[in-house]
């Protein structure tokens, strides 16, 4: 199975190379966003859960988000794979993302981060922002905080993932099917490596 962890901050085009990438390899796409947004529309338990601390102010804690994720890893275990989108933003959900997908006989497979200079995000959002109703791509001061926050959490979450060799940076600026093109080259490397542990792993056992 092929999981992927798509990190990019803001602006860096991470939505537009998940759609590719889903596509072409036939993946589930995850966004926290999105299952959140889901599960209280739906009115499920942790919609409900996730609601009433979301009502009170209150984060919705970790656990809550990883019950979602689990959800969605239950009702599609036929899966060829599945495409994270921001999460996990932290090393203690990037650990508990690990213990879940191991009761699922699956792990990460790679964490692929998008980097784009802090100025060139600013003025990609600020031009969204000109057609977007989102009031946060509107807001330079707005803008940056969330860039810092992400470069924040990206750092602890990158070296969790590189001390399991699993971290690539690539640059995230140039033409969308170049970038494209260099993360398949790298999942592409990925899944033939797996293959080849697998094999000689086998090799291994009939002897």
């Keep these: 199975m092929l999981n992927i962890v798509l990190f990019g901050p803001p602006g ?41 601390l979301m009502d009170e102010g209150l984060l919705v804690p970790d656990e809550v988000v990883i019950g979602m994720i689990e959800s969605q890893l239950a009702s599609n275990t036929t899966a060829a794979g599945f495409i994270f ?63 810092t926050v992400y470069n924040t959490e990206t750092a602890q979450v990158a070296g969790f993932y590189a001390a399991q060799q699993k971290f690539h940076a690539l640059n995230g600026i140039g033409a969308i099917e170049d970038i494209f093109q260099q993360i398949c080259t790298i999942i592409d490397q990925h899944q033939a490596a797996t293959t080849e542990d697998t094999r000689q792993a086998t090799d291994e056992v009939k002897a």
């Design 12 to 52: 860096a085009g991470k939505g537009t190379q998940s759609q590719k990438l889903i596509a072409r390899y036939n993946l589930v796409h995850l966004s926290t966003g999105d299952l959140l947004r889901s599960q209280i529309a739906q009115g499920t338990e942790l919609g409900l859960r996730a609601k009433k």
């Design 85 to 147: 989108d921001g999460f996990p933003r932290t090393v203690p959900q990037a650990e508990s993302l690990d213990a879940l997908m191991q009761r699922y006989d699956t792990g990460v497979s790679c964490m692929i981060a998008l980097e784009v200079a802090e100025e060139e995000l600013v003025s990609r959002l600020l031009e969204r922002g000109k057609t977007s109703n989102r009031i946060d791509d509107q807001d330079e001061a707005k803008i940056r905080k969330r860039v």
